[in-house]
T-cell receptor, first 112, second 113 residues
Framework: DAKTTQPNSMESNEEEPVHLPCNHSTISGTDYIHWYRQLPSQGPEYVIHGLTSNVNNRMASLAIAEDRKSSTLILHRATLRDAAVYYCILRPRNSGNTPLVFGKGTRLSVIA | NAGVTQTPKFQVLKTGQSMTLQCAQDMNHEYMSWYRQDPGMGLRLIHYSVGAGITDQGEVPNGYNVSRSTTEDFPLRLLSAAPSQTSVYFC????????????FGSGTRLTVV
């Protein structure tokens, strides 16, 4: 299975943009890039996903490198509520029986 | 409200007792999974199902049984509870298509004494 590498932790000031990186150098052409986050004492929640093109939704933006070996989750204005562990996960397009498997993720701290 | 419902939210068991953690979803999702999360650690996959009547083992299946008799329900059974099973358990569900993300329940916090 293709693996992802994320920094253990990052820190951001409130109301500033945050760029959370993810390296996936062994990604295959059919792997989707998914992001989830887990707020303290809660279950994970889906944030965004993409294949090749950059993606935007109400929560965040996903920027995917042209060679697809890395991606960046962008929070445009961090709030205290965005403090969470963020997970970058690769999912094959034909995932079939492949479940969601979590790595260690990046713990984001937001400073007021 | 549509979503994944886990019961109970909290449970204390004695070593050797058995119990079932319930998970139900009302979104007609094909995929369902169980995870455990130990304090300060990441999520580890216990068992998963891609549809009614189909289950498979994840990373840490020992000590747990599952069945999927309906699309809606995916109970997790602890056969003989051990202190090492003290953890927070999360259930999740998803459509099979990758265009959709997984929806997680709020978790069951289990303590085995």
């Amino acid at each position: 299975d293709a693996k992802t590498t994320q920094p253990n932790s990052m820190e951001s000031n409130e109301e500033e943009p945050v760029h959370l990186p993810c390296n996936h150098s062994t990604i295959s052409g059919t792997d989707y890039i998914h992001w989830y986050r887990q707020l303290p004492s809660q279950g994970p929640e889906y944030v965004i996903h993409g294949l090749t093109s950059n993606v935007n939704n109400r929560m965040a933006s996903l920027a995917i490198a042209e060679d697809r070996k890395s991606s960046t989750l962008i929070l445009h204005r961090a709030t205290l509520r965005d403090a969470a562990v963020y997970y970058c996960i690769l999912r094959p397009r034909n995932s079939g029986n492949t479940p969601l498997v979590f790595g260690k993720g990046t713990r984001l701290s937001v400073i007021a | 409200n549509a979503g994944v419902t886990q019961t109970p939210k909290f449970q204390v068991l004695k070593t050797g007792q058995s119990m079932t953690l319930q998970c139900a979803q009302d979104m007609n999702h094909e995929y369902m999974s169980w995870y455990r999360q130990d304090p300060g650690m990441g999520l580890r996959l216990i068992h998963y199902s891609v549809g009614a009547g189909i289950t498979d083992q994840g990373e840490v299946p020992n000590g747990y049984n599952v069945s999927r008799s309906t699309t809606e329900d995916f109970p997790l059974r602890l056969l003989s509870a051990a202190p090492s099973q003290t953890s927070v358990y999360f259930c999740a569900s998803s459509y099979s298509q990758l265009a959709y993300g997984y929806t997680f329940g709020s978790g069951t916090r289990l303590t085995v004494v």
